[in-house]
């Protein structure tokens, strides 16, 4: 005689009964890590694209920069040719804002065609809502680094 191996239905709610608790217990915790990985990872974007920024400068010897915009929260990539061309813009997600923007003259990180800043270090301040907040440091360098 063949046995027949099979899962009853009883086994089978289990099993998602087991996996909706999961899920129940998953989603709240998810929901209160949201606003710090919304925050690190605009702060992430935002550093590689000033490091885009800096590297466009020294690829095609023309000054480029980052242009904040703190009361509507986003940021434009431009290149400054003989005119300004806005490369990209960027919104940050509703969870993220800039606090403040240190130093930097008329809002701007430029970069020269050797990677440097040409105004003056700075740094850039970012909070989300949970109140958490990343600061960015740029040096006369160039070197850009986030600084909690």
Do not use: C, W
Request: hydrophobic fraction near 40%; charged fraction near 25%; proline fraction near 5%.
């Amino acid at each position: 005689m063949k046995e027949e191996r099979a899962f009853t239905l009883t086994e089978i709610l289990v099993v998602i009964g087991v996996i909706f608790i999961l899920i129940s217990i998953g989603v709240p915790v998810f929901r209160a890590y949201r606003p710090g990985l919304q925050l690190s990872g605009s702060s992430r974007e935002l550093i590689t694209d000033m490091r885009y920024a800096q590297q466009m400068a020294v690829t095609e010897q023309i000054d480029h920069g980052i242009r904040f915009f703190v009361d509507e929260d986003k940021y434009q990539i431009i290149r400054y040719a003989p005119e300004e061309e806005i490369l990209k813009e960027k919104n940050l997600p509703p969870e993220v804002s800039f606090q403040q923007i240190n130093d930097l003259t008329d809002d701007r990180a430029l970069f020269n065609p050797y990677g440097a800043l040409k105004n003056e270090a700075g740094s850039i301040t970012m909070v989300n809502t949970a109140n958490e907040s990343i600061i960015i440091d740029i040096r006369p360098s160039g070197f850009v680094k986030i600084i909690k």
